[in-house]
């Protein structure tokens, strides 16, 4: 199975601020099946990004995705309240799907 | 629209076989693959096991010898028995779809929180 090393596991950011989460995986992927979720409290996860680098359907702009082969980034160019969730990276691309630990963001 | 709602007993108690449906609505099972996943109270997402929209499955290799995944797709509803239940099972669980071409979940149930316990 491919194991999705995803860092740091907790942010503590400020209103306005960018913040970035990587996400390694254990073998290369697919930039086509490399996914990030948002989940908050209580909630089922959510698709923010898809394939890397697209947003999901009414994501805002400051969500972005990078990355390729076996390094992928997940950036807020400016964090805002609502954004306060935790993050997990998912990859398609090989059975059995796998996700990463997770990052939780706080802000300060 | 899409739906998928998940449905079964909150409590097991430990040894004893785990059953829940996932029923969905807006779109087919023969088209759409259905997975499992699973997330313990205060922890991360785990990938339990699907079933492809052939109707084969896939199973999480640690819990492939306790987990069983079915689907009735003239009811819309896709079945979870796992068996020989722990503690450690307790988690919410929840069912999502496969979007067919770039394998990620696009829509998901609420999720049934299962507690396991005597």
């Known amino acids: 199975a491919i194991v999705l090393n995803q860092s740091p596991s907790s942010i503590i950011a400020s209103q306005g601020e960018k913040v970035t989460i990587t996400c390694r995986a254990s073998?290369?992927?697919?930039?086509?099946?490399l996914h990030w979720y948002q989940q908050k409290p209580g909630a089922f996860p959510k698709l923010v990004i898809y394939?890397?680098?697209y947003r999901a359907s009414g994501v805002p702009s400051r969500f972005s995705g990078s990355g390729s082969g076996t390094s992928y980034s997940f950036t807020i160019s400016r964090v805002e309240a609502e954004d306060v969730a935790t993050y997990y990276c998912?990859?398609?691309?090989?059975?059995?799907?796998?996700f990463g630990a997770g990052t939780k963001l706080e802000l300060k | 629209q899409v739906q998928l709602k998940e449905s079964g007993p909150g409590l097991v108690q430990p040894s004893q076989t785990l059953s829940l449906t996932c029923t969905v609505s807006g779109f087919s099972l023969t088209s759409n693959s259905v997975h499992w996943v699973r997330q313990p109270p205060g922890k991360g997402l785990e990938w339990v096991g699907a079933?492809?929209?052939?109707?084969?499955?896939d199973y999480n290799s640690a819990l492939k010898s306790r987990l069983s995944i079915s689907r009735d797709t003239s009811k819309s509803q896709v079945f979870l028995k796992m068996n020989s239940l722990q503690t450690e099972d307790t988690a919410i669980y929840f069912c999502?779809?496969?979007?067919?071409?770039?394998?990620?979940?696009?829509?998901w149930g609420q999720g049934v929180m299962v507690t396991v316990s005597s």
């Open positions: 073998s290369s992927i697919s930039s086509n099946y």
């Open positions: 998912q990859q398609g691309s090989s059975n059995p799907y796998t």
């Open positions: 079933i492809w929209s052939g109707g084969s499955t």
């Open positions: 394939s890397t680098s």
């Open positions: 999502t779809r496969e979007q067919p071409t770039l394998y990620y979940f696009d829509y």
